[in-house]
């Protein structure tokens, strides 16, 4: 919880209101009781009316200043907990976008979004009722017991012994709630990872008629979410009976000695009134602190999660700002190992590419083609040796701007939300429609988003469902294009295009004055690059031309030959 007050700073003035009006209201409901004993005593039973009037309209009066107090106190709480749960949100989605790519692994999605949502709900929640009801009520068992002294000093002690006891069994409730509620948010993770993967993968679901076995799948993270929620929810709410025994016993207490003192003459029938009145109200303020100990619990075990993000160490620190410069593109690998937690996935990597050229790079799934990419424009941090862009060590350059220069098309083609146009422009905030036009020409795309209805402004659906595999490659092709990057790194990024298309793109691709390194599982795709390099687990073992591997590799001469005999269009056959 510490972690998070910082961001009460900006709300202090709307908390100490809400904190005032919660005294307002705290001060006319201690005081009530008492103005019923004189109503009673000194009124009703010695038939003075006009005591009764004069003190009931003070009475009301009071009641109609707590009434306005109560509203303003619930207007500046709402204020303060949504504007520290906004802040909270947003605070968690910049430090999210922070993040190193293998901080998602750590963190999975599923997670990431119920801390975005239900966790902050649990803080805003908690914050508006500390300020609306539950620092009321603690403040009242003290100060009600207070008040009950100055009233009948032997019937205040019945209260006094038995608050700390209810208040210890309360505390008892609390430690194994948050537990409890920490074991729900997790398992919360867990729904919302089944439904997120159901749902992105409908199709398939569809097309495998998998719709049984998913909603077993559900069914079974849902039974455990309900389970769990209920065991938490059946602590919590055995606190409420249990503070209500407990304070029942003493309000009959109160009686069975209120009766003897009013029998011995040594009490008045209004002070006996009174004390049951702070009595019944207390009972009710440890009701009120019960659900607020729900709550807190809810909170506490949310906040912990939000703390864990917040507090994640930043993979990338941010750079010095450095004046913006473009590159030539030459790129140079020096002896780099990148290892991912014990496994060595890169290893001795050494090689030089001169700025301008196409280097296509083969090699089996798990290879480490990809990662390769992601060391160029640090997504990933190397464990060893260093990678030069024009003679400069990538480790000391500005993020932003080094990023800025990079295209990258990834393996998997992701679309978001928006307009065609408004994707295009991922690669370039400025880019004009002619800039937009040009770039979709050069990835063969431009004539099909033409035939659509609106054009580039059309939309496109979530994760560019309304598209197929081969059109989503275009435009993320198109995408990288649109910013002229120096460097231009695809990823297997044609691997559902037609051979027609492919070429046509590839040939396009030469024009562009930029360094090119592109994945691919097939020869054909690679063949005419400037040169080839050739991984297997994590190593090169080959690098040059296509004639020139051809004549001197034979690992190289195995995967040709297999690839010509079966006359393979797809994956890379060993």
Request: net charge neutral; hydrophobic share 45%.
């Amino acid at each position: 919880m510490k972690r998070l007050l910082k961001f009460a700073k900006p709300y202090k003035l709307a908390m100490w209101i809400a904190v005032f009006f919660t005294i307002l209201e705290l001060a006319v409901e201690l005081y009530q009781p008492v103005i019923m004993s004189i109503i009673i005593d000194e009124g009703i039973v010695k038939g003075n009316l006009s005591v009764v009037y004069t003190w009931g309209g003070i009475l009301l009066g009071l009641s109609f200043i707590a009434f306005a107090g109560g509203i303003i106190n619930s207007f500046y709480a709402a204020r303060a907990g949504q504007g520290m749960g906004a802040d909270i949100r947003s605070s968690l989605f910049h430090k999210i976008q922070e993040f190193a790519i293998y901080q998602f692994q750590k963190y999975p999605t599923s997670s990431l979004i119920t801390r975005l949502t239900n966790d902050i709900t649990q803080i805003q929640n908690f914050i508006f009722m500390i300020l609306r009801i539950a620092l009321r009520s603690p403040l009242f068992i003290i100060f009600g017991i207070v008040m009950a002294y100055t009233i009948h000093v032997r019937l205040a002690h019945i209260l006094l012994i038995s608050v700390p006891v209810l208040l210890l069994i309360t505390i008892w409730i609390l430690k194994k709630g948050v537990f409890l509620f920490q074991q729900v948010q997790r398992k919360l993770d867990g729904v919302n990872r089944v439904i997120r993967e159901n749902l992105l993968g409908m199709r398939l679901v569809k097309a495998y008629a998998r719709e049984p076995f998913e909603e077993e799948r559900f069914v079974k993270v849902n039974t455990t979410l309900m389970d769990d929620n209920k065991k938490a929810l059946r602590l919590m709410e055995l606190s409420m009976p249990i503070l209500m025994l407990g304070m029942n016993v003493a309000i009959i207490i109160i009686l069975w000695f209120g009766h003897v003192e009013l029998s011995l003459g040594g009490a008045q029938p209004g002070e006996v009134v009174a004390v049951l009145n702070y009595a019944s109200r207390i009972m009710f303020a440890f009701t009120i602190f019960s659900f607020f100990m729900m709550n807190f619990s809810r909170a506490k075990a949310s906040s912990e999660r939000i703390s864990e993000v917040l507090d994640e160490q930043m993979a990338e620190l941010p750079q010095k700002e450095t004046t913006e410069r473009t590159f030539k593109g030459s790129i140079d690998f020096s002896h780099v190992f990148f290892r991912y937690l014990e496994d060595e996935v890169l290893e001795d990597i050494h090689f030089s590419i001169k700025a301008g050229e196409t280097i296509g790079i083969l090699g089996e799934t798990g290879s480490g083609k990809s990662t390769l990419f992601q060391l160029i424009p640090r997504l990933y941090e190397i464990s060893e040796g260093e990678i030069f862009i024009d003679g400069e060590n990538i480790a000391s350059m500005d993020l932003k701007n080094l990023r800025s220069q990079i295209g990258l098309v990834p393996q998997e083609a992701h679309l978001f939300s928006g307009t065609i146009k408004e994707n295009l422009r991922w690669g370039k905030d400025d880019a004009s429609l002619e800039e937009i036009m040009e770039a979709a020409k050069q990835a063969e795309i431009h004539d099909f988003i033409m035939k659509l209805p609106d054009g580039y402004d059309t939309h496109i659906g979530q994760r560019g469902v309304n598209f197929s595999g081969g059109q989503k490659q275009r435009l993320s092709i198109a995408r990288a294009l649109v910013r002229k990057p120096s460097i231009l790194l695809l990823d297997d990024s044609t691997s559902a295009l037609d051979a027609r298309t492919e070429a046509n793109i590839l040939e396009t691709l030469k024009e562009q004055a930029c360094t090119i390194l592109l994945i691919a599982q097939k020869i054909s795709s690679v063949k005419e690059a400037d040169r080839i390099l050739l991984l297997h687990n994590g190593k090169i073992v080959a690098f040059g031309n296509h004639a020139k591997l051809l004549k001197e590799s034979s690992y190289y001469q195995r995967i040709y030959a297999s690839q010509a005999e079966g006359r393979e269009a797809g994956n890379i056959v060993y």
